[in-house]
């Protein structure tokens, strides 16, 4: 396969939807299939579009949402738990306080998503979420790191650049070469966070609690740690620490 990224990957699948596929439901469709749905029988909602619907407070655990077009729509409070969302296009999507639990989100664009105080506990992301707001986001135990085993398409990661993520849970998160340039995570939990060679020049972490984080072989050009609390955190091979980060050693 050839070397492309992840970004020209997405562009791929978003101009073959774009041609491909155009089944247009409304709200209550969607709820009255729902309302039949169980775990053997699930709702079919492969590939259809769902642009910009008003699917807040939605039950959508008994549904097969792969590959479906969410822009712009209204998921707000909704209960995605434990789904498979590759290759959904979610650009613009809200999901502001929904339930992404244990998701698998591959191959996906969420730029400019709104998943403030979303709860994204232990998903697996592989996506582009630049400009997303993950304020006050529940990420612990997010499993956010590239896989180095499978890149034959080039380095896939979740990005993050210009992310919003101040006051969200971090906590045990693997972001482990993510890109996070110019993110903000201002009073963001981090304790035992994996950001290994993580891209993160112009991060800011104004208040963050790094207790035991770690951040080996990271890249921190203009990074700003003031007020950050750094217990036990790891900045071994560290590029561009700033001289005023002094890790304090471990209790």
């Known amino acids: 396969m050839t070397n492309l990224s992840i970004k020209t990957f997405i562009a791929l699948f978003l101009a073959s939807q774009s041609i491909a596929y155009a089944a247009d439901l409304t709200r209550a469709q969607v709820e009255q299939m729902l309302t039949k749905a169980d775990k053997q029988h699930p709702t079919d909602l492969r590939r259809k579009d769902l642009t910009d619907l008003d699917l807040s407070n939605l039950d959508f655990r008994n549904a097969d949402l792969w590959g479906a077009d969410l822009r712009r729509s209204n998921l707000n409070k909704s209960n995605l738990q434990g789904l498979t969302l590759d290759l959904t296009v979610m650009t613009n999507i809200k999901l502001s306080a929904a339930n992404l639990s244990n998701t698998s989100i591959f191959g996906v664009s969420l730029m400019h998503a709104d998943l403030s105080n979303a709860d994204m506990s232990g998903s697996r992301v592989v996506a582009i979420m630049d400009g997303a707001n993950l304020s006050h986001a529940n990420l612990s135990n997010v499993q956010w790191a590239a896989d180095m085993k499978n890149q034959s398409m080039g380095l896939m990661r979740a990005s993050l650049k210009g992310a919003n993520l101040t006051g969200a849970n971090l906590s045990n998160a693997q972001l482990g070469r993510a890109m996070l340039k110019h993110a903000k995570l201002n009073n963001a939990n981090l304790q035992n966070a994996d950001l290994y060679s993580a891209e993160m020049d112009g991060a800011n972490l104004t208040g963050a609690n790094l207790t035991n984080a ?25 590029q561009n620490l700033p001289d005023s980060v002094k890790p304090a050693p471990s209790k």
């Open 214 to 238: 770690n951040f080996s072989q990271a890249k921190l050009h203009d990074a700003i740690f003031t007020e950050a609390v750094t217990t036990g955190t790891r900045f071994d091979g560290a």
